[in-house]
């Protein structure tokens, strides 16, 4: 069956290096993945989305990378800062079309320190 | 633009007693879904619907009914709750297309339901 990995531990940095976040996914081609930030009690919201054919893509000081071939992407925050501690999902489309299902990793918990 | 709105924000429930999770959309969108969230397991789709009179199963459907009759609203339904449903829900929305917006979900704040 589909399957997405995060690496359940969390992540400890100080602030100003730079947070590198994992997405590894099995039995499954995606057309593209999506990363979530969620602060606690409240939803996820929305950060990044690439696709198949874009190897990096960048928003501020975010950058994903996507690897179809070791089916994994990494989620890079840089010059990481307090107000960046917070879980982030990664999503994959589940099945195919566009019909608003994702399959969601478990997320990594980031904590930035002063 | 209020985005997604759940209510209520918490609930406790005896076992057995039955609620529901209520879910409005203002953006016009057409995908709705219903996700759990449990510690260790990430978020699991319950249900989901593609418009207004159509609705599926998703990853973890059993114990829960929704419909949805309009293009706003979309509510949860537990009919006897388990301890097992102790949870957060949460409801989202997307748009229908195939451009940089398509499946890119807006969440509510989510539901934390207590089951006794």
């Known amino acids: 069956s589909q399957k997405i990995e995060q690496n359940s531990e969390a992540l400890n940095i100080q602030e100003g290096k730079t947070a590198t976040l994992t997405c590894n996914y099995t039995?499954?081609?995606?057309?593209?993945l999506q990363w979530y930030r969620q602060d606690p009690g409240r939803g996820p919201v929305f950060l990044l989305l690439?696709?198949?054919?874009?190897k990096e893509k960048r928003k501020e000081r975010l950058k994903v990378t996507f690897d179809t071939t070791l089916k994994q992407s990494l989620f890079h925050i840089t010059a990481s800062q307090p107000a960046d501690s917070a879980t982030y999902l990664c999503?994959?489309?589940?099945?195919?079309?566009?019909?608003?299902?994702?399959?969601f990793g478990q997320g990594t918990t980031l904590q930035v320190k002063p | 633009n209020a985005g997604v709105t759940q209510t209520p924000k918490f609930q406790v429930l005896k076992t057995g007693q039955s609620m529901t999770l209520q879910c409005a959309q203002d953006m016009n969108h057409e995908y709705m879904s219903w996700y759990r969230q449990d510690p260790g397991m990430g978020l699991r789709l319950i249900h989901y619907s593609v418009g207004a009179g159509i609705t599926d199963q998703g990853e973890v459907p059993n114990g829960y009914n929704v419909s949805r009759s309009t293009t706003e609203d979309f509510p949860l339904r537990l009919l006897s709750a388990a301890p097992s449903q102790t949870s957060v829900y949460f409801c989202?929305?997307?748009?229908?297309?195939?451009?940089?917006?398509?499946?890119?979900?807006?969440f509510g704040a989510g539901s934390r339901l207590t089951v006794l």
């Open positions: 039995n499954y081609s995606p057309a593209y």
């Open positions: 989202a929305s997307s748009k229908r297309g195939t451009g940089t917006t398509a499946n890119v979900l807006t």
């Open positions: 999503a994959l489309v589940r099945g195919s079309g566009n019909t608003g299902k994702l399959i």
């Open positions: 690439i696709r198949e054919n874009e």
